[in-house]
């Protein structure tokens, strides 16, 4: 199976967007892009050098942008959002595995 983070990214703004809005908080284009650029930092390289996996990014970037102290876990996410974070774990798993080999 071929993996790609750009779905697993995409949902992750989406979904980050759609939570923020359910607090009244409309996220600016700049935020936007932050989160972006440290999903794409965070999950464009390989995977076994990631040290984060998807939600605590998204935490962390909620924590340091919005001062939310929710912790959203992989089921805050979109049914669509929690198969793709739990093809990043499996892909993860897999290549620390080869990696061990």
């Keep these: 199976m ?3 983070p ?5 949902g992750l703004i989406h ?3 759609e939570y923020l809005l ?18 794409k930092k965070e999950f464009t390289k390989s995977a076994l050098i990631q040290k984060n996996t ?12 919005y001062n939310l102290t929710n912790k959203l876990t992989p089921r ?3 049914e669509d959002t929690f ?7 499996v892909h993860k798993a897999s290549e ?6």
């Design 2 to 4: 071929t993996y790609s």
């Design 6 to 10: 750009i779905p697993l990214i995409k």
């Design 15 to 17: 979904d980050t967007q």
């Design 22 to 39: 359910s607090l009244n908080i409309e996220i600016s284009q700049k935020e936007n892009e932050i989160l972006e650029l440290t999903l």
């Design 54 to 65: 998807p939600t605590q990014v998204v935490n962390k970037f909620l924590s340091e942008h």
């Design 76 to 78: 805050s996410f979109s």
């Design 83 to 89: 198969f793709l974070i739990m093809q990043w774990g």
């Design 96 to 101: 620390m595995k080869k990696s061990n080999e």
